[in-house]
């Protein structure tokens, strides 16, 4: 399972064959070269900036091949926004 981890806080998202489905559909759009929020997330002991994965999940859909992962791009996108908001509320 893949996490966020925004300070303190540590919020699960996608299981891991979901997340290797995002990560395959990044791979023809530059991989980790062009995505290293998105492949950081491998790392659990990453934290992740969100702002810039909210920014690197925008330009993963907007390819052809995250078009097709778009539904887990999405769920990811709302479970980033979801830690965020708890991460601020403390």
Do not use: H, Q
């Not at 303190?8 to 995002?22: G, I, K, N, Q």
């Not at 091949?65 to 999405?74: C, K, S, V």
């Amino acid at each position: 399972m893949v996490a966020f981890r925004i300070g303190d806080f540590r919020v699960a998202t996608l299981d891991d064959d979901a997340f290797a489905a995002v990560l395959e559909a990044a791979a023809p759009a530059g991989g980790a070269a062009t995505f290293p929020a998105l492949f950081g997330l491998l790392s659990s002991d990453s934290e992740v900036e969100p702002m810039t994965l909210i920014d690197e999940l925008a330009r993963l859909a907007a390819t052809d091949d995250g078009r097709r992962a778009a539904p887990l791009i999405g769920t990811l996108r709302d479970d980033l926004m979801e830690a965020l908001a708890a991460a601020e509320e403390g």
